[in-house]
């Protein structure tokens, strides 16, 4: 898996996780990096990667190695767009006798299918609004007040535009400061309104210094006025901090989409402060689903997300900005962006290759960090080969005794080509599809073993990220 990497600046032009082109294959990306899923101090060096839940403390990957860890959870679906159930039941059939049939007059069987039609639009309406409800109430059980987030798209689908889409999400975009390393306001990036209850969501990889430091973090609105922040919480295996900013009750908080919508070839715009420019506006389309990406270079900002990629114009300062559908709704934050390397001073800019993390991950890790300051993911207890490239699968090396993996039936040496009904090619692609589960749920592992298939339950453990 190409490596996204974080390169805190002193200029203007701030750290946005950068992925390195791949080595080994065309268009295939190839992990540069260690992960941190759970590897002891003895196993930094070497190219083999713990999927989550492996004992030890995190250990900061070395910049040089060729593995990476696995994935997170996943965003839960979102609500169904409402819709028709289908046509009117039939009447009833005429009685058959003696007696003359007697027939339905014209208007009273256009007004029975007027109404049974309205019935219908309105029964797959309320279908929609419940499912609406039942997700966000099932986020809210996990730290999220009801009636905190805005769902609804604010723009009509039939008339929205870049320009509509630019106005209305603009005054719920902010631009965050960061003190990096003693130096006040050397890391930049953006960062957008959650809720009603002054929460921002942005990447760990802007504020992780800052937070372990205890250095100051400001946002500033459109208009300019700059509010202190503090962190709620923060995760490097999603990337994500959600800070406090209480000042800023008076924003409206953007509307939220579903990623699981999307379709490639939508089209997206991004909004946040590349390079130091504020208030920026970008626009492309989806260019994949489900890429599996790798990002960063230390322990703290090191993390593997399912990403929604984009050619939108993505550069330094855009990290933890919204990417947002046509129709108003944010629908993924950015964090990274593909390099060809070169640049001034060192530094590529945009080449088309964008990737945000999917606003579904996003209300869960959200979610459970209202709730508790932390981010929790699933785990199965076993090491990945993140270093082979060929393709066929993920590579498990090391099987730990009691985890979930081994009580699966998961053994060293099998080869993983599908998690749930997500093909994976790679240890990479493995940790990702595992992250986009939640724990608890119980998975299906596709395994080849001596040549042979065979498929195995595992029901996931969780494991809680514990951040400074």
């Not at 009603?196 to 800052?210: C, E, I, L, Q």
């Amino acid at each position: 898996m190409g490596v996204v990497t974080q390169e805190p600046q002193d200029d203007q032009s701030r750290p946005i996780s950068r992925w390195a082109p791949p080595t080994d294959a065309p268009g295939v990306p190839s992990a540069g990096q260690s992960s941190s899923d759970g590897l002891g101090e003895d196993e930094r060096d070497t190219a083999e990667v713990p999927l989550p839940g492996m004992p030890g403390r995190p250990v900061a990957p070395a910049p040089a190695a060729d593995t990476a860890p696995l994935p997170p959870s996943a965003p839960p679906p979102g609500p169904s767009l409402p819709g028709f159930d289908g046509p009117p039941p039939p009447l009833p059939a005429a009685a058959t006798g003696s007696s003359p049939r007697r027939r339905v007059p014209g208007p009273i069987w256009a007004l029975a299918a007027a109404v049974a039609f309205l019935l219908g639009v309105l029964g797959g309406y309320a279908g929609g609004v419940l499912e609406d409800q039942d997700d966000m109430s099932s986020l809210a059980g996990g730290g999220l007040e009801p009636g905190s987030i805005e769902t609804d798209a604010p723009l009509n689908a039939d008339d929205a535009n870049i320009v509509k889409v630019a106005a209305t999400l603009l005054p719920s975009t902010v631009q965050i400061f960061a003190e990096y390393q003693g130096v006040k306001d050397a890391a930049t990036g953006s960062g957008f309104v959650f809720d009603r209850n002054g929460h921002v969501v942005t990447n760990n990889h802007v504020v992780a210094n800052a937070a372990k430091a205890k250095g100051r973090i400001e946002v500033v609105d459109h208009k300019g006025r700059r509010y202190k922040a503090d962190v709620v919480g923060r995760s490097a295996v999603y990337d994500l901090a959600v800070l406090d900013v209480p000042e800023i009750k008076e924003l409206d908080p953007a509307s939220l989409g579903s990623t699981s919508r999307l379709r490639i070839g939508e089209g997206v715009v991004a909004i946040g402060s590349p390079l130091g420019l504020s208030s920026t506006v970008t626009s492309g389309i989806v260019s994949a689903l489900q890429r599996p990406v790798s990002t960063g270079q230390t322990e703290d900002d090191t993390s593997y997300i399912n990403a929604v990629q984009t050619d939108a114009a993505i550069n330094p300062g855009n990290s933890g900005g919204p990417l947002v559908n046509l129709v108003g709704q944010v629908i993924g934050v950015n964090s990274a962006i593909a390099t060809a390397g070169g640049g001034e001073g060192g530094e590529s800019g945009s080449i088309g290759v964008g990737f945000a993390i999917p606003i579904d991950q996003v209300k869960v890790t959200a979610a459970q960090i209202l709730k508790t300051g932390k981010a929790t993911y699933p785990i199965v207890g076993a090491s990945v080969d993140v270093q082979a490239a060929d393709h066929r699968g993920a590579l498990i090396s090391v099987v730990e005794a009691g985890s979930p993996a081994a009580a699966g039936g998961l053994k060293d040496g099998d080869r993983v080509t599908k998690v749930g009904d997500v093909t994976v090619t790679d240890g990479i692609g493995m940790i990702v599809a595992i992250r986009a589960h939640q724990p608890g749920e119980t998975v299906e592992f596709t395994v080849m073993r001596n040549g042979a298939r065979q498929e195995l339950k595992i029901k996931l453990d969780a494991q809680t990220e514990n951040l400074a």
